[in-house]
């Protein structure tokens, strides 16, 4: 497995994002560290990982299974984070709009 260091060591490209989220990453840390002390970590990878996945999950036009791949995780990984980010439905929300649930409303 390659460590994070050098995957960002791969190309120009990726020396190049890395550079840029460099330049971003004091200023986030100093106004997390003011709005959530002692969740900076957890709430970085919030503001990263929604737009993330937001972003592949409409190049896939919702396809969870395609959106998983390109993003290198297992498609029910991808499902429970999307869920946790709010990003689809919970399963409670799913199951009240099937036709079962309408029938026991009445």
Not at 54 to 78: C, E, F, I, S, Y
């Amino acid at each position: 497995m390659m460590n994070e260091e050098a995957v960002s060591q791969d190309s120009p490209e990726l020396r190049a994002l890395a550079r840029l989220l460099a330049e971003v990453v004091p200023q986030l840390v100093e106004q997390l560290v003011a709005l959530r002390p002692g969740r900076v970590h957890r709430e970085a990878r919030v503001l990263l990982e929604r737009p993330l996945l937001a972003h592949v999950l409409g190049l896939t036009r919702g396809n969870q299974l395609r959106a998983a791949r390109m993003l290198g995780l297992n498609r029910n990984t991808l499902r429970k984070r999307c869920r946790l980010l709010q990003l689809l439905p919970s399963r409670s929300a799913r199951r009240a709009g099937t036709p079962a649930a309408e029938a026991r409303r009445g």
